[in-house]
């Protein structure tokens, strides 16, 4: 079966330094993937989306990236974190029309 | 643009009771999937059900099931006999039924469940 893995579950870090969020999925091959951000008491928002390797669609400007450097590893990424970066980031995979969420990584920016 | 709107931040039953959370959506498609997603407190966002647009038959998960009106653009969650498992946050979904499977999430509703 399928499981998806994010990590850390939770970090904090200071304004102004990098980040580096990472989202693993077993069980499948060539997914979809999906980074997403929900802010305190919000919806999800898409940050980015990924088809393939090497393959990164951005979907809002930001001070974030994101990699996909091999096929089931999908990376979130900053070099320089700022306040409003703080949220909850969700990790999800495609399959038959239905996307799966992984735990999530709370972030908070100091 | 899609949109998702869920009118209802906050809503509440009785237990074993039945509630109903609304969700309304923008689209000019006319091919797409509408989802509802549980976020209960651990924040894991969990499928509850989903409907394909073509369908005119509402899907039914247990005692989970919607209302697809699809004129009026329109797709309810009713839950039946509420359990107090069932509180969370719930978000409604779309998405188009071609290329990337992006979804477009509402704003969610907190449900809370009286004992």
């Known amino acids: 079966s399928q499981t998806i893995h994010q990590w850390p579950a939770t970090l904090v870090q200071p304004v102004g330094s990098p980040l580096s969020l990472e989202c693993t999925v077993e069980?499948?091959?060539?997914?979809?993937l999906y980074w997403y951000r929900q802010a305190a008491g919000r919806g999800l928002q898409l940050l980015f989306y990924?088809?393939?390797?090497?393959?990164i669609s951005s979907e809002v400007p930001q001070n974030l990236s994101a990699s996909r450097p091999q096929d089931r590893q999908f990376i979130l990424s900053s070099k320089k974190l700022l306040l409003s970066d703080s949220g909850f980031y969700l990790c999800a995979w495609s399959e038959g029309g239905e996307q799966y969420f992984g735990p999530g990584t709370r972030l908070t920016v100091t | 643009a899609q949109t998702v709107t869920q009118s209802q931040p906050e809503m509440s039953v009785q237990e074993a009771e039945t509630v109903t959370l609304s969700c309304t959506y923008d689209?000019?498609?006319?091919?797409?999937?509408l989802f509802w997603y549980k976020q209960p407190p651990s924040r894991q966002m969990i499928l509850v059900i989903r409907?394909?647009?073509?369908?005119?038959q509402n899907a039914t998960e247990n005692r989970f099931s919607v209302n697809f009106q699809k004129a009026a653009k329109s797709f309810s969650l009713k839950i039946s006999d509420s359990q107090l498992g069932d509180a969370a946050m719930y978000f409604c979904a779309y998405r188009i039924n071609f290329g990337n499977e992006k979804l477009t999430f509402g704003t969610g509703t907190r449900l809370t469940i009286i004992p």
């Open positions: 069980g499948t091959s060539n997914p979809n």
């Open positions: 409907q394909e647009a073509y369908k005119q």
């Open positions: 689209t000019s498609e006319s091919d797409y999937y």
């Open positions: 990924s088809v393939g390797i090497g393959q």
